[in-house]
């Protein structure tokens, strides 16, 4: 899907966080948003998905404006800083969730949920809690989750600033990986610049 912001500006009462951003992302693409904290990225990212509200400009999805459209509407996967796993759910459980609140079907749910663990090398961990898994383990399935319900776009909010150094490398190439495999257009947001340069 191609993406297009013009002239998005986001003002908190007198202080303005974005100011007049335009950027066209082609189908497919992958993106990152570089900078240092406080300059804006997760406000930017934050419109996109529909959580805040936009002050000024347009948001484009292919040839719809979805400025005004609420979060659920826009076939969005967003991955957190904080992987936001459900701690009393299963991997398969946390992967699921997204479609289980779509009512479909518990078989198919788990045949897209096992789709998606593959996809991240989670496969052989559907059973466990988030509290048996690494850093690098939940960040995955917090992936996978993100993609289970076949987005449109992809944001990925600092999703590696938790781990350490080593685990933080292995997974830049991971979701350089996962981003080739599905083609699906994805924002990555990052204050690390050979972590921006990496990964785009």
């Given at each position: 899907m191609r993406v297009r912001m013009e002239h998005l500006t986001k003002k908190f009462g007198t202080f303005t966080a974005v100011d007049d951003f335009s950027v066209v992302?082609?189908?497919?693409?992958?993106?990152?948003?570089?900078?240092?904290?406080?300059?804006?990225?997760?406000?930017?990212?934050?419109?996109?998905?529909?959580?805040?509200?936009?002050?000024?400009g347009r948001i484009w999805f292919d040839e719809e404006d979805v400025t005004e459209l609420p979060p659920e509407q826009r076939g969005i996967g967003l991955v957190f800083q904080n992987y936001a796993l459900y701690p009393h759910m299963t991997?398969?459980?946390?992967?699921?969730?997204?479609?289980?609140?779509?009512?479909?079907?518990?078989?198919?749910?788990?045949?897209?949920?096992?789709?998606?663990?593959?996809?991240?090398?989670?496969?052989?961990?559907?059973?466990?809690?988030?509290?048996?898994?690494?850093?690098?383990?939940?960040?995955?399935?917090?992936?996978?989750?993100?993609?289970?319900?076949?987005?449109?776009?992809?944001?990925?909010?600092?999703?590696?600033s938790n781990l350490d150094a080593r685990l933080r490398l292995e997974m830049r190439e991971e979701i350089r990986r996962i981003q080739q495999e599905t083609h699906i257009t994805t924002i990555f947001v990052t204050h690390d610049q050979e972590e921006a340069m990496s990964i785009s």
């Open positions: 992302l082609e189908d497919g693409e992958l993106m990152c948003l570089l900078g240092p904290s406080g300059c804006g990225k997760s406000t930017v990212l934050n419109m996109l998905a529909g959580i805040l509200p936009v002050t000024s991997v398969m459980g946390n992967i699921t969730f997204p479609l289980e609140i779509q009512k479909m079907p518990k078989a198919e749910r788990e045949d897209r949920a096992e789709a998606m663990a593959k996809l991240v090398h989670m496969e052989g961990m559907l059973g466990r809690k988030p509290k048996q898994l690494s850093g690098g383990q939940q960040q995955r399935v917090a992936i996978a989750r993100a993609l289970v319900k076949n987005p449109r776009l992809l944001l990925l909010d600092e999703p590696l």
